[in-house]
């Protein structure tokens, strides 16, 4: 921003007020530099930000309209604990696995990295909608 305001005074063209530069610094770092701060940790850390952004509630509650599940009993768990250290949200998946129960909860982040670390292809990702849609591609079998 200094280099523009200086560009800018060296060309002769008018320097924006003191305000107007403190509001465009401002929108700058809302919409750009917070947004790749979060784009990293997205890419970084899966969606582990929403701990702490109210949005991550609205996103549990949506899951849990849709009934997001984690299923454990497509075979049997060996108790490796690969699920449990791949989640990003730290949610204690081997425990529900032991038992053959399904995981339910509103911070899963739907991301799937337990799915793909299991060795044993104990784990499967399903909601409402996508076992809708097994059971009429099971029908038309
Ligand atoms: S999909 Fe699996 S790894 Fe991802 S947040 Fe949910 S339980 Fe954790
Ligand atoms: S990764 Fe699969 S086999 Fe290993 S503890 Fe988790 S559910 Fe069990």
């Known amino acids: 921003m ?3 305001v ?5 060309s002769g063209v008018n320097v924006p007020s ?8 401002t929108v ?3 919409s750009l530099e917070l947004l790749m701060a979060m784009l990293f940790w997205v ?4 969606r582990g930000y929403c701990f702490y952004c109210p949005l991550g509630t609205l996103l549990g509650f949506l899951a849990k309209k849709a009934g997001q599940r984690i299923t454990t009993d497509s075979k049997i768990c060996v108790a490796c604990g690969k699920c449990n250290s791949v ?3 730290g949610i204690d998946i081997m425990s529900k696995a032991k038992l053959k129960e399904s995981v339910v909860d509103a911070t899963c982040v739907g991301c799937g990295r337990c799915v793909d670390a299991c060795p ?7 909601t409402n909608f996508l076992t809708f849609v097994e059971r009429l591609r ?3 079998i």
């Open 2 to 4: 200094l280099f523009l």
């Open 6 to 10: 200086q560009f800018m005074a060296l």
């Open 18 to 25: 003191a305000s107007l530069l403190v509001t465009i610094e």
């Open 28 to 30: 700058k770092y809302l």
């Open 43 to 46: 890419v970084l850390h899966g």
């Open 87 to 89: 989640c990003p949200m």
């Open 120 to 126: 044993a292809r104990t784990l499967s990702y399903e």
């Open 138 to 140: 099971v029908k038309k």
